[in-house]
């Protein structure tokens, strides 16, 4: 049972590289389809919500910039503050892999509740949002998101450790660089996007 609660912790203890980067490649087709369905984008690594641009290419692109802006900021941290020869595909692959929990999150943007939530009027007073039927079902249904979310931030950290092979202070230093600091260029990039 330790065994298992650890892989669920860590998976790169398994699986890094090739195989990490298939599998999360096939997670981020199948995130990207579902994100396309309800209506909910990725405004950053860190934020999830709806945007005004509808179009197939603006969700693979936010995929495709949610994964790629914290590996780069993880394999330049590897290579300046690691003593081991880093491997592209072992960071590539294991970022993406670590963001396979947000598809928990896309799962529950599909629910009814959400839906509605994607096409309300942001222009509304806060009074009127209170006012949809739907309202707070959805605020309760994103809180449910919030494990897959952390999930995905405990496996990025261990991504990071295992394809980097860093440890202490410079472990943190990458992590919280490529992880906030990653969150925040995602943003700025993806707001090109609308």
């Known amino acids: 049972m330790k065994n298992k609660v650890k892989l669920i912790v860590n998976p790169f203890i398994r ?13 981020l087709i199948v ?20 945007a005004p641009n509808r ?8 995929h495709l910039i949610v994964w790629l802006i914290p590996a780069l900021l ?22 993406l892999f670590a963001q396979l929990p947000l598809l928990g999150m896309n799962l529950i943007s599909l ?12 222009n509304m007073s806060p009074e009127e ?26 496996w990025m950290f261990n991504a990071l450790k295992v394809s980097c092979n860093l440890k202490q202070w ?11 600091g990653g969150d925040v260029l995602c943003r700025f990039l993806i707001g090109w996007l609308y």
């Not at 993880?74 to 970022?95: A, E």
Request: charged share 5%; proline share 4%; hydrophobic share 60%.
């Open 31 to 50: 995130s990207t389809l579902l994100c396309w369905i309800s209506g909910y984008h990725y405004h950053g690594l860190l934020h999830f919500g709806p």
């Open 15 to 27: 699986i890094a590289g090739g195989q990490a980067l298939i599998w999360g490649f096939l997670g």
């Open 74 to 95: 993880f394999y330049l941290g590897g290579l300046f503050l690691s003593h081991s020869r880093i491997r592209v595909i072992d960071v590539l692959g294991t970022v």
């Open 170 to 180: 410079k472990l943190w230093t990458v992590a919280l660089i490529g992880i906030i």
């Open 55 to 62: 179009a197939w290419w603006c969700y693979l692109a936010e």
């Open 129 to 154: 949002m209170l006012a949809q039927p739907y309202f707070i079902l959805a605020m309760i249904l994103t809180l449910l998101g919030l494990p897959f979310l952390i999930l995905t931030l405990i």
């Open 111 to 122: 629910l009814p509740a959400m839906r509605m939530m994607s096409q309300m009027n942001m």
